[in-house]
């Protein structure tokens, strides 16, 4: 079961109508503290990044055989949940080295989306995620949490969480809890799922969720509540991506800048591709206020 109980639900509100009127998507954002955004990105590149990490699932024997590698059903009997477990760390270590995934991020309609919301350049964080969700571990759902607690720098930080393909809510896809920015930083308790910390809300607090098809974006505020929703599927992956993105003008925290899990470190991340490709180290060229993770 998601963490917390959803009693209170509505769908999600498409402001892509509002792309051309910037001061209210602006003002969209502020009362909401997420906007969501259908057939932001075109299917061929999210299909193509889907198509390589499932790859990686399959050389790193997770999906079952005979079956079409783009449906990504897991093998019988496998199950892995993101950890430092050496398995783990192998196989997100080759994802992590797939230029597909860290191109994604810099995709020019969420580039361009976000220099709206902002009104200024963007930082885009290179610290990109990936998440692949086992059916059969809903122990393990993402609990309810705000993201500032991992990413420390500006509140101004939004991240965008985007389905690697269609992802119905049945698949585990992603609930928000619209205004809960607003609350502040909310305490946190001990939890199971990625991050391993949830915040505790109200019973009644409203929850927007709903499926995503295959370039449906959502953006959510650092201090928007949400969480993950069950993989109720028999046997399918739900495999996902998070990316981060602030006002470049805005403090950012050293560990953004890093590999997400510090498995390993951007030489290996970047050995295999061409030596002058523009992607590699974007945001050294910029004008950053780095701030050091405190201890
Ligand atoms: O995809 C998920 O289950 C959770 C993603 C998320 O909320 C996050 O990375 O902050």
């Given amino acids: 079961m998601a963490h917390q109980t959803m009693r209170n639900v509505e769908p999600f509100l498409d402001s892509t109508l509002l792309l051309d009127t910037p001061e209210a998507l602006r003002a969209r954002a502020t009362e909401k503290g997420y906007l969501f955004f259908r057939s932001l990105l075109d299917s061929e590149s999210v299909l193509d990044l889907r198509r390589q990490i499932l790859e990686v699932c399959q050389q790193h024997g997770w999906l079952a055989e005979d079956m079409s590698l783009m449906d990504g059903v897991s093998k019988e009997g496998c199950l892995f949940i993101e950890s430092a477990s050496p398995e783990w760390r192998n196989f997100y270590t080759d994802v992590q080295r797939l230029r597909a995934f860290n191109a994604l991020a810099l995709h020019p309609a969420i580039i361009t989306m976000l220099e709206k919301l902002f009104d200024e350049e963007v930082l885009p964080h290179p610290r990109n995620i990936c998440r692949v969700i086992f059916p059969n ?19 101004e930080t939004w991240t965008a969480w985007i389905p690697a393909g269609d992802c119905p809510a049945s ?29 505790v809300l109200d019973e009644e607090t409203l929850w927007a969720c709903g499926d995503f098809a295959c370039g449906d974006v959502l953006i959510c505020h650092s201090l928007t509540a949400h969480q993950g929703q069950d993989n109720e599927s028999e046997d399918r992956l739900r495999i996902s991506l998070d990316y981060r993105y602030q006002p470049q003008s805005h403090p950012v925290r050293d560990d953004s800048l890093e590999p997400h899990m510090h498995f390993t470190d951007w030489t290996d991340i970047y050995s295999g591709w061409a030596a002058d490709d523009p992607l590699k180290y974007y945001w050294r060229d910029w004008d950053l206020q780095v701030n050091a993770r405190q201890q």
């Avoid at 571990?137 to 990413?151: E, F």
């Avoid at 001990?190 to 991050?195: F, I, M, N, W, Y």
């Fill in 137 to 155: 571990a809903v122990a393990h759902t993402t609990p309810p949490h705000q993201d500032n607690l991992y990413i420390g720098g500006t509140d």
């Fill in 171 to 199: 698949l585990g896809s992603l609930a928000v809890a619209p205004g809960s920015h607003t609350l502040g930083k909310l305490d946190t308790v001990k939890a199971t799922g990625a991050g391993g910390n949830a915040v």
